[in-house]
């Protein structure tokens, strides 16, 4: 099940990838995908790819920053 997951987790980041623009303020989230994650890690991930799909328009605010 875990796999099937990080199968539908890993198009969803495909997807976000392809949207990144930032001439235009999209920032897609950083998300590391791994095998060693659990379902529910993964399924947070894919929350947040999901609700940058809703609303790319208000990536910026919620744009991972560097300290």
Same mark, same amino acid.
């Given at each position: 099940?875990?796999?099937?997951?990080l199968?539908?987790?890993?198009?969803? *980041?495909?997807?976000?990838?392809?949207?990144?623009s930032?001439? *235009?303020?999209?920032?897609s989230?950083?998300?590391?995908?791994?095998?060693?994650?659990?379902?529910?890690?993964?399924?947070?991930?894919?929350?947040?790819?999901?609700?940058?799909?809703?609303?790319?328009q208000?990536?910026?605010?919620?744009?991972?920053?560097?300290?």
């Amino acid at each position: 099940m875990r796999r099937e997951y990080l199968n539908l987790a890993s198009k969803l *980041h495909k997807v976000c990838q392809n949207m990144n623009s930032k001439q *235009h303020g999209i920032y897609s989230p950083n998300i590391t995908l791994s095998k060693k994650k659990s379902i529910e890690e993964i399924t947070l991930d894919i929350d947040r790819m999901i609700m940058f799909l809703n609303n790319p328009q208000y990536s910026y605010m919620s744009k991972n920053k560097k300290s």
